[in-house]
């Protein structure tokens, strides 16, 4: 009668062991993106050298001869030190908020600029024309922006793109665009009527600050749209949970900036705050 061959647990451990580096070569050649089918491999690139290792220490343990059980249990020490070296720059990149990434998705839109909150201005105006005080403040209420003599519309867009810590999925680069437009009368008859024309000087310049405040407040929102995305969000599981917590944590501040913009001239029409009115 024949025996049979016995497989000895080094043997197996050999094979065990080059597990993790397969995957390592199937990740790199694949490069999956964020909570992805293929991102199940990571998973094997992390178990694996845990598992190898332990397999390769029993084969030392358990086997006679140990010299294969020595050579899986070499291969699995070096998957695992590549991993805990890993584990390490991880935890090191999160502690220290490290732009540094094992893999960057990267949204075109902001491939090219630099990361950040910006702002830009512009002032707009509407003619108007008028003899008295009466005529003017008649204009100003029929012809300016959403019933006011002078108006501040705060327009926010922000892009980012994602870095890849270990399973993880963080944000990496920010940016934050916030188009601000002022909208103003113009009186075409100024200097007819001195008077008439010092009074609205002071009217006009009165609007000016007032819409100035808005412009603080959405200067404030989009600080802290850039602020909250790019520091406080941490790493999620998956990018999309990620980028839809992202969305909402900007509007969220939008909305806020909004209710403060609210209560601003609702303090200026009680007098409390400069009035936006034309004399």
Not at 21 to 48: E, H, K, M, T
Request: some cysteine.
């Amino acid at each position: 009668m024949t025996e049979k061959p016995k497989i000895f647990i080094g043997t197996i451990s050999i094979w065990v062991s080059l597990i993790p580096w397969l995957a390592l070569v199937a990740y790199l050649i694949v490069n999956p993106p964020c909570s992805s089918p293929f991102s199940r491999i990571q998973d094997v690139i992390f178990a694996g050298p845990i598992v190898s290792f332990l397999v390769s220490l029993l084969g030392v343990i358990k086997d006679r001869p140990r010299k294969r059980a020595f050579i899986g249990l070499a291969i699995s020490s070096l998957a695992l030190l590549g991993l805990l070296t890993l584990l390490i720059f991880i935890v090191h990149a999160i502690a220290t908020g490290s732009s540094a990434n094992v893999q960057a998705t990267t949204s075109p839109d902001i491939q090219n600029r630099e990361p950040g909150s910006f702002v830009t201005t512009e002032t707009k105006y509407y003619d108007i024309e008028g003899r008295t005080a009466q005529e003017l403040q008649a204009q100003t209420a029929a012809l300016g922006p959403k019933g006011h003599a002078a108006y501040t519309d705060s327009y926010y867009r922000w892009k980012y793109t994602y870095k890849r810590l270990g399973t993880l999925c963080a944000i990496d680069r920010v940016r934050v665009d916030t188009a601000i437009t002022f909208t103003y009368p113009r009186w075409m008859s100024a200097g007819s009527d001195p008077k008439l024309t010092e009074a609205w000087s002071r009217g006009l310049a009165v609007l000016v600050s007032h819409e100035k405040g808005h412009e603080e407040i959405a200067r404030k929102a989009s600080q802290e749209i850039y602020g909250s995305l790019h520091v406080l969000l941490p790493a999620y599981q998956s990018c999309d949970e990620l980028g839809r917590t992202a969305n909402a944590l900007a509007q969220a501040v939008i909305e806020q900036a909004n209710k403060k913009d609210t209560e601003y001239d609702a303090m200026a029409e009680q007098g409390q705050a400069q009035p936006a009115v034309l004399p």
